[in-house]
T-cell receptor, first 111, second 112 residues
Framework: DTGVSQNPRHKITKRGQNVTFRCDPISEHNRLYWYRQTLGQGPEFLTY????????KSRLLSDRFSAERPKGSFSTLEIQRTEQGDSAMYLC?????????FGSGTRLTVV | GDSVTQMEGPVTLSEEAFLTINCTYT??????LFWYVQYPGEGLQLLLK?????DKGSNKGFEATYRKETTSFHLEKGSVQVSDSAVYFC???????????FGAGTTVTVRA
């Protein structure tokens, strides 16, 4: 197992377009998290799954954002009608009962 | 709500110098405290953690002690190397391995 994998690494999109990111966690990890990191700031929590159940969503996750984790394996984060303010690094992490492992992130640029 | 405040950077040091990065926190309960490191082009990695007051976390020559009386978790290393150049994040979690609240990060550059 090579860790948490995120695709794509970089995404440039025009304002108003929809984008989808994928996260493949470490296979035996039942918890999966999404964070957003803007330039010069620390990561901010977006949402959290325990297996396939989405247990918490941050207020940062507007109705344009949706996350899924079908069958409790990989997860997708979709942003609809992107805005320039959505430009950020989107980080995924997974954990068993203890310890987080982060992926390298997907950098989104909205032009 | 929970929050973490850490020393602003950037910090530039010479090799073998002493490094300290201050971190203070605000939390309603008794959080677990963490230091994460992000090397250029890589993801966040857990550097060390402490789960209760007076615990000392240590790894790769770095240390931090959980000080409940001063709500602090300062990171220290006695002799830095060029390979320690990275961004360092202080973080807390109200429940171990649940959602993390991060500080803004401190960029450290070590020059040979």
């Amino acid at each position: 197992d090579t860790g948490v994998s995120q695709n794509p690494r970089h995404k440039i999109t025009k304002r108003g377009q929809n984008v989808t990111f994928r996260c493949d966690p470490i296979s035996e990890h039942n918890r999966l998290y999404w964070y957003r990191q803007t330039l010069g700031q620390g990561p901010e929590f977006l949402t959290y799954f325990q297996n396939e159940a989405q247990l918490e969503k941050s207020r940062l996750l507007s109705d344009r954002f949706s996350a899924e984790r079908p069958k409790g394996s990989f997860s997708t984060l979709e942003i609809q009608r992107t805005e320039q303010g959505d430009s950020a690094m989107y980080l995924c992490a997974s954990s068993p009962e203890r310890g987080y492992t982060f992926g390298s992130g997907t950098r989104l640029t909205v032009v | 709500g929970d929050s973490v405040t850490q020393m602003e950077g950037p910090v530039t040091l010479s090799e073998e110098a002493f490094l300290t990065i201050n971190c203070t926190y605000t939390a309603t309960g008794y959080p677990s405290l963490f230091w994460y490191v992000q090397y250029p082009g890589e993801g966040l990695q857990l550097l060390l953690k402490a789960t209760k007051a007076d615990d000392k976390g240590s790894n790769k020559g770095f240390e931090a002690t959980y000080r409940k009386e001063t709500t602090s978790f300062h990171l220290e290393k006695g002799s830095v190397q060029v390979s320690d150049s990275a961004v360092y994040f202080c973080a807390l979690s109200e429940r171990n391995d649940y959602k993390l609240s991060f500080g803004a990060g401190t960029t450290v550059t070590v020059r040979a």
